[in-house]
């Protein structure tokens, strides 16, 4: 500065700063420093999510249900092999028509920051699933519209209907979360409320899987595998969780 302004000039220097703070601000040259702090506090703001609430399912929730569990299921191996390959509008079709006919029993749904993004259904033994035959009389009513699939779908369910363990349980079916919030704890928090409502109950809990990975999940809740099969060409976990305490 002595260099440049020569000694005792301490009013040019002055003058020098009051340019160069004026200049800054008429081009903005401080405020993104103070805008990217401020949004850096409100990104980490933003990213703090809720704990997953879970709440009775009611029918107004129908049509969002519908979407995010066919979507969820989807690429399910024995959705795959039902209905074929990404065939979302055959997933939404059957779960329309599972949500009218079928999960009747006890449903709840999840939320998490206030969208909702999970559902479960569990129906309490010796009435969680139809009876074989009325499985199959399905197929010429409830199960038309899902056409060329019927028979598959007449098979899987009166084969889960078949295997369905002679002695009290809450038979937890489905069970699912929208894919944009899995591994976010979702369904995690379904899954607690499912055990607790079981251990109050004192019955045991039932469960089957298609997906490998599921079953070391299902495994962190007390269940373990007690059958294993292929069902129309996909490999079936059947899982039982025992009266806790008993």
């Known amino acids: 500065m002595v260099r440049l302004f020569g000694s005792g000039t301490a009013g040019p220097i002055r003058y020098f700063f009051r340019v160069c703070l004026n200049w800054c601000r008429r081009d903005r040259c401080a405020v993104p420093a103070l805008s990217v702090v401020g949004d850096r506090k409100r990104k980490r703001m933003t990213t703090i999510t809720m704990k997953p609430e879970i709440a009775p399912y009611a029918s107004n929730q129908f049509e969002t249900v519908v979407q995010f569990m066919a979507k969820a299921f989807v690429t399910n191996p024995i959705h795959v092999a039902a209905f074929g390959g990404e065939k979302l509008k055959q997933n939404r079709l059957f779960f329309e028509i599972g949500l009218t006919h079928l999960f009747t029993s006890t449903s709840f749904v999840a939320r ?6 999970g ?6 033994w010796p009435n969680c699933l139809p009876k074989t035959d009325e499985i199959e009389a399905a197929g010429d009513s409830i199960f038309k519209p899902l056409g060329k699939a019927v028979p598959r779908v007449v098979q899987w369910f009166s084969t889960w209907s ?8 809450l038979h937890l079916a489905p069970i699912g979360v929208a894919p944009e919030v899995q591994g976010k ?14 251990d109050r109950e004192g019955v045991g809990g039932y469960l089957e899987t298609d997906r490998p990975e599921n079953v070391n999940f299902y495994r962190k809740f007390g269940f373990e595998v007690q059958r294993e099969e292929s069902l129309i060409g996909t490999p079936i976990w059947y899982m039982w969780r025992p009266i806790q305490g008993a």
């Open 112 to 117: 998490l920051d206030g969208k909702l993004c």
């Open 119 to 124: 559902y479960m259904h569990f129906g309490a």
């Open 162 to 169: 078949n295997y369905d363990p002679p002695e009290p349980h």
């Open 185 to 198: 704890g979702v369904g995690t928090a379904m899954m607690n409320y499912y055990c607790e409502t079981i």
